[in-house]
């Protein structure tokens, strides 16, 4: 099983709005990520979890906030959006910090529309 | 400045011709993955290379890592329309803990 299920698949939300991203793996895996993706651009890093901690932060505005309940969930909790936060938004889960022969495996993503 | 630089950009070509996706990098990876990737859905992995010279084959598609591991190649024969969708190469340092994406390949097959 290399299965990372990400809910919703599609969200529309305004500005004022506050929604979460859930993401859930039963891989065993400890490291899980956020990333962000324009169309036909590959994805950008946001955030990393290892072993449940915050490990990168890759200068996300606080609009953002990541949170891992335990090991198989990862949140993503977005409020106060802006229409250029739009895009599909991918969780992904590799079975330790990264390292030789890592391979990471993707959710099928939640695309986001902020109107 | 992207650590992998993928070339070419994109890539329209005719059901039945070859095609070959090249990941570039003056770094040294400690491995390399490539992805294909469908509109709306989330990156697919198709490999995971490690070995500096290793080739891999995935039924019409070869991979290739450089001897110095610094690139890597993707080759299709007989490309048809269901391979059509985003290429990604992407790989973890030699030195750190990272994880990047190349600048991506987007592919279409026309039937």
């Known amino acids: 099983d290399t299965e990372v299920t990400q809910t919703p698949k599609h969200l529309v939300m305004g500005m004022t709005n506050k929604k979460s991203l859930k993401c859930e793996q039963h891989m065993g895996h400890r490291a899980m990520y956020w990333y962000k993706q324009k169309a036909k651009k590959p994805p950008e890093l946001m955030f990393v979890y290892s072993y449940e901690k915050l490990s990168i932060n890759e200068s996300v505005p606080s609009r953002f906030s990541p949170e891992c309940p335990n090991s198989s969930l990862l949140n993503l909790h977005l409020h106060a959006l802006q229409p250029e936060d739009s895009a599909l938004y991918l969780c992904?889960?590799?079975?330790?910090?990264?390292?030789?022969?890592?391979?990471?495996?993707f959710g099928q993503g939640t695309r986001l529309t902020v109107v | 400045t992207q650590l992998l630089e993928q070339s070419p950009q994109f890539l329209s070509i005719q059901e039945g011709e070859n095609l070959t996706v090249y990941c570039n990098s003056s770094s040294v990876f400690s491995s390399l993955q490539w992805y294909r990737q469908e509109p709306g859905e989330g990156p697919v992995l198709l490999v995971t290379?490690?070995?500096?010279?290793e080739v891999k084959k995935l039924k019409r598609l070869t991979f290739q890592f450089g001897d110095a591991r610094k690139d890597s190649s993707l080759h299709i024969t007989a490309a048809q329309p269901g391979d059509t969708g985003l290429y990604l190469c992407a790989g973890v340092l030699n030195t750190g803990n990272q994880f990047y994406f190349g600048t991506g390949t987007s592919l279409t097959v026309i039937p």
């Open positions: 992904a889960s590799s079975q330790q910090g990264l390292g030789l022969g890592t391979e990471a495996f």
């Open positions: 290379v490690v070995t500096g010279g």
